[in-house]
């Protein structure tokens, strides 16, 4: 799995990418990634790669010349994102369909600044736009990185124990995830519940999915509705 990353900041890659079994994956080349500086596509010297809007209004947006020149730099864009609110929320389901087949894919992360991109470029690069969550960041780095983590921790061989390392997750079982529990069995005065300590498979799933299902009835109502 490779990602090309389309920024002016490019010292905020790898960032987070680098640490844990996503940067040991990175360190092994189970992924890689190549940062693209908008900038080297600059139309003067000043480094200016965003203009003001036609129409008025406030905020600047990036040049389509600017920003085409860099995605013709590369070889082999394969898909295109472009992290905008106006894009459907990433998703689970959404993330695995991205890293399925991960070791032929090629992805393509254009990382916006200011009010956003010009509108013909997304036309004209037939590129997916790709909402994090409803709310504004100051640019798309983070949200690629969000996006980069979250697929390639299911590519194969980058968590340890295989598939069941992810099966159990928040979202993988159609909600969230059951209330989890470590040594020492009891701490500050509060104790492991007791059905976990017992050793009776059959009861301790039908506890975790008893807890799952109102954990999520009462935070995210709105899985429920998904099944």
């Excluded at 080297?40 to 905020?59: C, K, L, P, R, T």
């Excluded at 010349?65 to 389901?93: C, H, M, W």
């Excluded at 069941?164 to 909600?175: C, H, K, L, V, W």
């Amino acid at each position: 799995m490779h990602f090309n990353i389309l920024t002016i900041f490019p010292e905020m890659f790898p960032g987070t990418l680098a640490g844990g079994v996503v940067g040991r994956a990175l360190d092994r080349g189970v992924w890689s990634y190549k940062v693209i500086n908008i900038r080297d596509f600059a139309i003067n010297n000043y480094g200016s790669v965003d203009d003001e809007q036609f129409g008025g209004g406030v905020g600047m947006v990036m040049r389509p010349d600017v920003l085409g020149a860099a995605l013709d730099s590369i070889e082999n864009p394969g898909q295109i994102i472009y992290f905008s609110p106006r894009g459907p929320t990433l998703t689970q389901k959404m993330v695995r369909n991205f890293a399925e087949n991960s070791e032929n894919k090629t992805f393509t992360l254009l990382c916006g600044r200011y009010e956003g991109i010009d509108q013909r470029v997304i036309d004209m690069y037939n590129i997916m736009e790709l909402s994090i969550g409803d709310y504004i960041l100051s640019g798309g780095e983070i949200a690629a990185q969000v996006f980069v983590d979250s697929a390639v921790r299911l590519v194969d061989n980058v968590l340890g124990g295989g598939v069941d390392a992810t099966a159990n997750e928040s979202f993988e079982i159609g909600g969230l995830e059951w209330p989890l529990y470590t040594r020492p069995s009891v701490w500050r005065g509060q104790s492991v519940p007791e059905v976990l300590l017992s050793g009776h498979h059959g009861n301790i799933e039908r506890w975790r999915k008893e807890q799952s299902d109102a954990i999520t009835k009462e935070r995210r109502p709105d899985l429920l509705k998904e099944k």
